[in-house]
């Protein structure tokens, strides 16, 4: 039976939850975090949406069977599929991911928001409601293969690839850019280059950590002891752990 010191599940469908796991441990760091990259199964974006909900199904049953207190879906594309139903389902806390289009339009001045996203995330009806509610000004930019660059590391392509969809756009009109996919974040860097100084650049990891502490201090699970780290994946671990190591150290 999962209590206040067992660990907290995190998933996401590769490495790009490993950004979400950063802020986390930083706002948590009397927690023990089990992370969890489906990358056997990525990229969830560009899938049917039943295929996806079962493949997170399959990533619960194994956070589920190591006793996790509470669940964090560090992936939009997963918390849009799948995040009501698991709800439904079950008792434990599950805090998922939404592009941080509310304060990005808390924070426009009038200018357009850039929404960089996969394009399940863009087309469901979690995304489509904040949009109806916050879209003031707000591209929705789907980018099927960029979450791929990010697992590859292939920096370089990405630049291009980011340099290539921002061609449409007049730089001096846009006020933020919204990054709707965990992966993006590790392209803050190439982003923060290639855009003019006045461009936010949101994400929503923050939030997400704050919305875990909440609810955790509600249930009255949170930990006073642990601090750990576990990595697992569903793909080719020798790859896979030491490329999230390295991001996580980064992150
Ligand atoms: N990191 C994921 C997200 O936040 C998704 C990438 C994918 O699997 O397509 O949406």
């Known amino acids: 039976m999962a209590g206040r010191y067992s660990p907290i599940g995190v998933f ?8 979400v796991l950063g802020e986390l441990t930083r706002t948590l760091p009397r927690e023990d975090f089990l992370y969890f990259g489906d990358n056997l199964h990525a990229p969830y974006g560009t899938k ?3 295929e996806v909900l079962g493949y997170v199904r399959g990533v619960m049953e ?3 069977s ?4 509470a669940v964090v879906i560090a992936c939009n594309t997963a918390t849009s599929v799948a995040a009501a139903t698991l709800r439904a389902e079950l008792a434990l806390p599950i805090i998922g991911m939404e592009p941080a289009l509310k304060p990005a339009a808390e924070q426009r001045k009038g200018g357009q928001i850039l929404v960089l996203a996969t394009p399940m995330t863009l ?3 979690k995304f489509q409601a904040l ?11 789907p980018c099927p293969g960029l979450m791929e660059l990010v697992e590859t590391q292939a920096f370089d392509q990405a630049r291009r690839y980011l340099q290539e969809l921002f061609l449409a756009y007049d730089p001096a009109r846009v006020d933020a850019i919204v990054l709707g996919c965990t992966h993006y974040v590790f392209l803050r860097p190439i982003l923060r280059e290639i855009l003019p100084p006045h461009v936010l650049i949101l994400d929503g990891n923050a939030g997400t950590a704050r919305q875990l502490a909440r609810v955790l201090k509600q249930r009255d699970l949170l930990s006073d002891q642990g601090g ?4 697992e994946t569903s793909g080719d671990s020798s790859l896979i752990l030491p490329l999230m190591e390295s991001l996580l150290a980064r992150a």
């Open 62 to 64: 194994h956070l589920l």
């Open 48 to 50: 049917p949406e039943e």
């Open 12 to 19: 996401d469908s590769g490495v790009g939850g490993i950004s």
């Open 228 to 231: 750990s780290v576990t990595l």
């Open 66 to 69: 190591r006793d996790v207190k």
């Open 123 to 125: 087309r469901l009806p």
């Open 131 to 141: 949009y109806q509610r916050y879209g003031e000004g707000a591209i929705p930019l």
